[in-house]
């Protein structure tokens, strides 16, 4: 994840890597999407995408390390194009992960990684983002959630 949308931090990034060799990097910065996206092309990568639960635990601990305890929300490489609709039924509701370097990423994902905090809405008309919002939770997993 490339991007946070708070007040400027300190500059800093952290690394985590899946033994599979999947990595994420969190950059904090307060940008747009398109500024998050040109970040990460700067970097040689792309927005995070995740296709599983172990990715997702990596990143939620990544996000809580480089973000500290106060809730966030940092921007992935989940967009819904103009010419999609919103699909209530599946996980990603008509998201679709942004590949690498205009590819494509994997868009099945597990029904676990289908929460959204508010559901987005329903166009099948207007480019959405959304981001991965985290927010500690006393002794327990954090809450996390999909945010448009």
């Known amino acids: ?35 998050a996206r040109g970040a990460c092309d700067q ?3 792309s927005l995070a995408w995740v296709s599983g639960k172990p990715e997702l635990d990596l990143l939620l601990e990544l996000l809580a390390d480089a973000a500290g305890p106060a809730p966030a929300v940092f921007w ?31 868009q099945e994902v597990p029904t676990e990684l289908g929460r959204w905090l508010q559901e987005p809405l329903r166009s099948c008309l207007t480019a959405r983002c959304a981001g991965l919002h985290r927010a500690p939770v006393p002794d327990d997993d954090p809450e996390w959630g999909w945010k448009e």
Do not use: D, I
Request: charged residues 15%.
């Open 76 to 106: 992935v490489g989940l967009k819904r194009n103009a010419s999609a609709c919103t699909h209530n039924e599946q996980p990603l509701r008509g998201f679709s992960w942004e590949g690498v370097g205009g590819g494509t990423a994997p």
């Open 1 to 35: 994840a490339c991007a946070l949308g708070r007040s400027p931090p300190p500059p800093r990034a952290a690394v985590r890597c899946l033994s599979a060799g999947a990595c994420f990097s969190a950059h904090l910065a307060n940008v747009s999407y398109a500024e």
């Open 43 to 45: 970097r040689q990568g």
